[in-house]
């Protein structure tokens, strides 16, 4: 096998959590352009299908399921019926939410409701996934998507930035317990991404003074971000479990 070869997925099966749209959309797409065959998983399976059409459009397979990752009951469900395809081989755990606003008027339902999604919904797929992973004994990785904000803080984002430090470290727990299985976990550290949804900001006055602390002076581009994930997710990262990938243009390097 090839240098090259090492990162194609042909006949893996992907499940991508918060494909409806940003990051979790770009995912899958990366995943089932190198050769997988996607789930696509989030709340409304309405934004979903156009996602499953491009996929399908350029001769890939994907799928899409009905899931809330805070719920239990829902994770297994998705899984049940993901089950007609197999095990996963590949676990991209992307969904998250925040909540945009300072420290002393965070709610404590604000902070439930971001820990619920962002790390409880994440060890709840993650687990429930390995437990199928397990079973069918081929192994895997799980890839759960952190944030720099997991190694670094910046205000009005403290329930957010909480949730990733703890994801970043369940990864680390995961990896140490699942080895033995075969199953890698690493996490996935973004910086600032630029996306449909924050590109005018980010085109902003105020982006821009953001901007200029980056050391490299550049935010992340989308595609920045598909040879890490490859990375993680195909045997050319075979050796790698327990570690943390930033793709943050030098941002957690900067200058304090």
Same mark, same amino acid.
């Given at each position: 096998m090839s240098a090259l070869d090492r990162f194609r997925l042909d006949g893996r099966i992907a499940?991508?959590? =918060?494909?409806?749209?940003? /990051?979790?959309?770009?995912?899958?797409?990366?995943?089932?352009?190198?050769?997988? !065959?996607?789930?696509?998983?989030?709340?409304?399976?309405?934004? /979903?299908?156009?996602?499953?059409?491009?996929?399908?459009?350029?001769?890939?397979?994907?799928?899409?399921?009905?899931?809330?990752?805070?719920?239990?009951?829902?994770? !297994?469900?998705c899984l049940d019926e993901l089950a007609s395809w197999g095990a996963p081989d590949i676990l991209v755990n992307?969904? =998250?939410?925040?909540?945009?606003?300072?420290?002393?008027?965070?709610?404590?339902?604000?902070?439930?409701?971001?820990?619920?999604?962002?790390?409880?919904?994440?060890?709840?797929?993650?687990?429930?996934?390995?437990? !199928?992973?397990?079973?069918?004994?081929?192994?895997?990785?799980?890839?759960?998507?952190?944030?720099? /904000?997991?190694?670094?803080?910046?205000?009005?984002?403290?329930?957010?930035?909480i949730s990733k430090s703890a994801v970043i470290q369940a990864s680390k727990a995961m990896a140490l317990e699942l080895a033995r299985h075969r199953i890698r976990v690493n996490a996935l550290l973004p910086g600032y991404v630029v996306t449909d949804l924050n590109r005018e900001f980010l085109q902003s006055e105020a982006g821009d003074k953001l901007r200029q602390r980056i050391p490299s002076r550049r935010f992340v581009e989308l595609a920045d971000l598909d040879g890490p994930l490859l990375l993680l997710a195909s045997e050319a990262g075979a050796a790698m479990t327990g570690t943390t990938v930033a793709v943050d243009s030098g941002h957690l390097v900067s200058s304090l």
């Open positions: 499940l991508v959590t =918060g494909a409806s749209s940003g /990051l979790g959309e770009h995912f899958a797409a990366v995943l089932a352009e190198a050769g997988a !065959r996607v789930a696509l998983a989030a709340r409304r399976v309405d934004k /979903l299908r156009p996602l499953a059409e491009r996929i399908a459009a350029a001769a890939g397979e994907a799928r899409v399921l009905a899931l809330d990752v805070t719920d239990a009951a829902s994770v !297994r469900a992307n969904a =998250g939410v925040t909540i945009t606003r300072p420290l002393l008027e965070q709610t404590e339902e604000d902070f439930d409701q971001v820990l619920d999604t962002n790390l409880k919904g994440a060890w709840l797929v993650a687990t429930e996934t390995a437990r !199928r992973m397990v079973a069918a004994r081929r192994g895997g990785s799980i890839v759960n998507v952190a944030s720099i /904000l997991g190694e670094r803080a910046a205000g009005g984002v403290a329930p957010y930035a």
